[in-house]
């Protein structure tokens, strides 16, 4: 008995994400700058919870975590400011010069203290939390340390596909509470595509009546990787509008912003299945797509899809509050516009170039419509060509060039290149012993050495790199364990990627030293995830 009490000691321990003797302290992302000093304070039940305001959601989440996960009962009182010992004090005293979200935490032996304002007052308890044992006993020892820290970018986004497979609310809550421990703010909700259109849109119910369904799928030898097989699994699925609701309050309580993607001109078939008349050929009998790859019926840019659109941002726009809306833009065929007489006479009206400047014609009349609501457009790079819309933001995908371009004509650009690893449908090792994959190599150290900011672009075009994202595409991803098993421990090779200074990224220290504790966390928390191995293994 005495063997198993002690293993089940051992275990606890162990689920502390945090290393005393790791000069980091075990945190990922790595801060800015931690310097420990000696002695330990001690969390117990006799702990009180100090805060400016006790209705702050940072605050509220401590509170909650420390109830459900640390078993600790702490209810939190307004800081008067007589501050007694044993204390942990969040406050926004001590924050002058610090930068953005950021925040500095103080353990001593006798309190705790986060000095943060806003978002940073939730990145110093994601800090703290990690120094806190999850199944501590009652009392648990945090070390002596004095840690101040802030992002080097403001975007720091994970993208998460739920068109190609459909994953329900729970799950989406999963996802951003990774999010969230790891210092992510940017949810991007690919919400709409060839092969499912999956948000409730009040004016138009056959988007999710028609467009919500795909009876089968073929999957297709997309990179050559497989023999063609064909799934008869049904993929159904989308969110009511109260759904998406609760997940863009859910998200916002942990400081993430969530960022819708309504995909146009192309990844349109779901759409046009639901309503033939937004094609430019409304008798050709669209369906909702149940092969992979690109499909060469797009949206006409006809006044009936524009009003169309715009009926779906509002109701859109109702929803998310994000100031960015995402309009995808890419891969769209232009072969049905050229052979469209309707599209030739709009290419001569507008004085357009060609087919690629009616796209551009297509997503500037699209990003007038939202600046006029106050919202802005993000685009994949894909809307450069043709010439860009003047207030649009670039999400750099097929490479870093799309961005560099961009960057140059003062643009914001988020990268997200697959070239840099941050495709986390790709695999992450020996093709022969992964699970089947698109195609693309991303093993955790090429994800790890990511660096947003390419040489080419001096300092003032280097202020246009918002940040970075990871993307989860998921043709050949349909279940959650698979999602999980993609994703860990790559994002937390990109939290360090959009959050740690560049002079303290460090790979060995990363994935020999700090990450066993986290995936041991992972572990305890009851998540699947690959088991790093070296390049190529
Ligand atoms: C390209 S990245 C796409 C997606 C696919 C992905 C697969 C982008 C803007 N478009 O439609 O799912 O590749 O890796």
Redesign the pocket.
Known sequence: KKIILLLVACVGLGTARAQDNNPNLGIIPAPVSVKKTSGAFTLSQETTLLADSVDNKAVIFLADYLKNSAMLHIPVKQNSGTIANNSIVLTSVGTDGLPAEGYRLTITSGNVTIAARGAGMFYGIQTLIQLIPANKSATAKLPCVQIEDYPRFGYRGLML?VC?HFFNVQFVKKYIDLMAAYKFNRFHWHLT?DQGWRIEIKKYPKLTEIGSHRTSTVIGNYHDRTPQQYDDTPVDGYYTQDEIRDVVKYAADRYITVVPEIEMPG?AMAALASYPELGCEPDLGYQVQTT?GISKNVYCPSDKTFAFLEDVLTEVMELFPSKYIHI?G??APKDVWKQSEFCQKLIKKYKLKDEEGLQSYFIQRIEKFLNTKGRSIIG?DEILEGGLAPNATV?S?RGEQGGINAAKQNHDVIMTP?SGGL?L??AQGKLSTEPLT?G?FAPLEKTYSYDPTPEELNNDQKKHILGVQA?M?T?YIATENKIEYMLLPRMFAVSEVAWTPLANKNFKDFSEVRLPNHLAWLDKNGFDYRVPTAIGA
Request: hydrophobic letters at 30%; proline letters at 0%; aromatic letters at 24%.
């Open positions: 596909d190609r595509d990844h992979w995808g890419d891969e994949w999400m995908w697959g495709y449908d790709h698109i693309g993307n595409w043709e």
